[in-house]
Nanobody, 129 residues
Framework: EVQLVESGGGLVQAGGSLRLSCAAS????????VGWFRQAPGKEREGVSCISKTYDSTIYADAVKDRFTISGDYAKNTVYLQMNDLRPEDTAVYYC??????????????????????WGQGTQVTVSS
């Protein structure tokens, strides 16, 4: 069974930090593009960040650039999203997803979500003022 499990969400005050984890079973992240997405109530799903081990590349949405950092611990088959200087507008359910297409390039364009094959159930991040 392929499964992605997010963890690390919670309630934090503005300016605080959280680290989200995405742990995979039934697949490996080594040759995949792994993305983080988020969806706030009443808003469209938004690509946040993506990492590709193959290309040693990371990308970020403009809204989180310089505040969030994506990384991978491939021995643990886990990808992280370190979120610093959190703001109320970061409040959303955060999802990790895996794109198994080759080459494993990252894409956070508006239509990119259709290319991700597997999704976790999400973890809630709430940032208070």
């Amino acid at each position: 069974e392929v499964q992605l499990v997010e963890s690390g969400g919670g309630l934090v005050q503005a300016g605080g930090s959280l680290r989200l984890s995405c742990a995979a079973s039934g697949l490996t992240f080594d040759d995949s593009a792994v993305g983080w997405f988020r969806q706030a109530p009443g808003k469209e799903r938004e690509g946040v960040s993506c990492i590709s081990k193959t290309y040693d590349s990371t990308i970020y949405a403009d809204a989180v650039k310089d505040r969030f950092t994506i990384s991978g611990d491939y021995a643990k088959n886990t990808v992280y999203l370190q979120m610093n200087d959190l703001r109320p507008e970061d409040t959303a359910v955060y999802y990790c997803a895996v794109d198994l297409r080759l080459p494993p390039t990252c894409d956070l364009s508006p239509s990119s979500a259709i290319g991700f094959d597997y999704w976790g159930q999400g973890t809630q991040v709430t940032v208070s003022s």
